[in-house]
């Protein structure tokens, strides 16, 4: 099969229009096919944005041509459902914004533009971001493009979706209890959390407020340095491969005991021989995560409510999980919520000072291949665990913790992606990234895109399943 330039690596695209072999607005027009061919299968994006990607396009075929080309300029992106993009809907994936036009682009959408970005589409997300998997009210759920009776996952399900579906080359993201990582694993991409508070989307949707983070999906660590770079307000991606000498690795294969799928287990701790293989010094380790849930689920409620417990009494129906967490803030013990403030600090502190001891922290990244859509475990490894944060316990720590961290494709079980997830100290991200980049260099990832390739086109639009 043909991976044309929609699943070439940034660096490749930006080269091919530099040379004048390739044209923005061409691959503007590919991707806007790619979207029309696939979309009905995937429900991933929610809103084509094709007169401004072509505008975005043009503008970018003439940047090259005058040598004031931004560091994306060209490169199609799609943007999560939680974003603002002047002129066009956000709906939070909820019914009581399916109408809302945006006066103003985000934070993170403007630097986006800035850089030349071309925005294909406007992708789905759970009801005001509050899953893990991608489902409301709006539509279909999000099936992910290795099996679509499988979920994407959550909550930018939508963005990990449309990229590893070939319709754009990066996705915007946000991450507030896993919500970039998690899709990332589910469908054999990376994905990055920066450092908490290292890139911020002003003037845009609030939620997780103390954990969440802006960030990218993409096909490659590569292509995630590029997008990090211009959403922290960079130069365009600082080359960082280099950068990866010996790092002390802790290498948790089960964080705080709970099961993880032996097939996902195995993928996971072979990557870490890789890792090994390259220099690192891994150390196979008992770190305590524990306490997480007793300050995540307090301060999300909290904030929650704050913003959004006006709904219980509006006239939009709510989504199941959005109504029972709204009404959950509703009976919220404000001694709880002070108790969970003061125990972030403590567990903050906690996490800095492992990386006294070591420089990336790793485990698997899900616990989980993807799962039917609709069907979360309520086992694993023959072990009875939370429908909540059984399949995906690994990624909220390290969102209390506010360190980066980066899910990273290393393999498949039973022909879904599995993915470990490394987490580096705070304001690290450079060299995290570096490290990820050097696993990967020394896996071959090619077959996760290829993959995905050919199990879509195994699909045609009017399949039940």
């Not at 964080?255 to 150390?283: F, Q, T, Y």
């Amino acid at each position: 099969m043909d991976e044309g330039p929609l699943w070439w690596p940034v660096r490749q695209l930006i080269d091919a229009y530099r040379g004048g072999s390739l044209s923005p607005v061409e691959v503007c027009e590919q991707a806007q096919e790619r979207i029309a061919q696939v979309n009905p299968l995937l429900n991933a994006v929610v809103l084509t944005t094709s007169e401004l990607a072509r505008g975005q396009a043009v503008a970018a075929e003439a940047a090259y041509r005058n040598g004031t080309a931004g560091p994306l300029a060209g490169v199609p992106v799609s943007i999560k459902d939680a974003f603002h993009i002047e002129g066009h809907v956000t709906t939070l994936g909820s019914l009581a914004h399916a109408d809302d036009v945006m006066a103003h682009d985000s934070g993170a959408v403007r630097r986006l533009r800035r850089a030349g970005a071309v925005f294909v589409g406007k992708t789905n997300v759970p009801e005001f971001c509050q899953s893990a998997t991608t489902d409301n009210l709006l539509g279909p759920d999000t099936a992910n493009p290795f099996d679509l009776r499988r979920t994407a996952g959550g909550s930018s399900g939508g963005a990990a979706s449309s990229v590893a579906a070939g319709m754009c080359t990066l996705g915007l993201g946000s991450d507030g209890g896993g919500s970039i990582r998690i899709p990332a694993s589910f469908c054999g991409l990376v994905g990055f959390k920066p450092t908490y508070g290292t890139v911020h989307d002003e003037q845009g949707f609030r939620a997780f407020s103390p954990f969440i983070s802006v960030g990218p999906l993409a096909r490659c660590v590569a292509d995630v340095r590029c997008m990090h770079a211009v959403l922290a307000d960079g130069d365009g991606g600082r080359d960082t491969s280099g950068d990866a000498a010996s790092r002390r690795v802790a290498w948790c294969a089960t964080p705080e005991g709970r099961p993880i799928d032996a097939g996902v287990g195995a993928v996971a701790a072979a990557a870490m021989e890789v890792l090994a293989s390259c220099g690192h010094d891994v150390h196979p380790v008992d770190l305590d995560l524990g306490g997480w849930e007793e300050i995540f689920g307090p301060l999300v409620l909290a904030d929650e409510g704050e913003r959004r417990g006006h709904l219980l009494d509006g006239p939009h129906e709510l989504t199941w999980y959005c109504r029972r967490s709204l009404e959950a803030a509703d009976r919220l013990d404000p001694v709880a919520v002070l108790t969970a403030r003061t125990a972030l600090v403590t567990y903050r502190e906690r996490v800095n000072r492992w990386f006294g001891d070591y420089d990336v922290i790793a485990t698997p990244a899900t616990a989980t291949t993807a799962f039917e859509l609709g069907c979360r475990p309520s086992a694993i490894a023959g072990e009875p665990v939370s429908k909540l944060w059984g399949a995906f316990p690994f990624a909220v720590p390290f969102n209390v913790s506010g360190h980066p961290a980066v899910v990273l494709p290393v393999g498949f079980v039973e022909g879904l992606p599995a993915a470990i997830q490394l987490v580096g100290r705070h304001g690290g991200d450079d060299e995290l990234l570096a490290v990820a980049e050097q696993l990967e260099g020394a896996l071959d990832v090619r077959p996760f895109a290829s993959s995905a390739l050919r199990a879509l086109a195994s699909y045609t639009v009017g399949d039940s399943f």
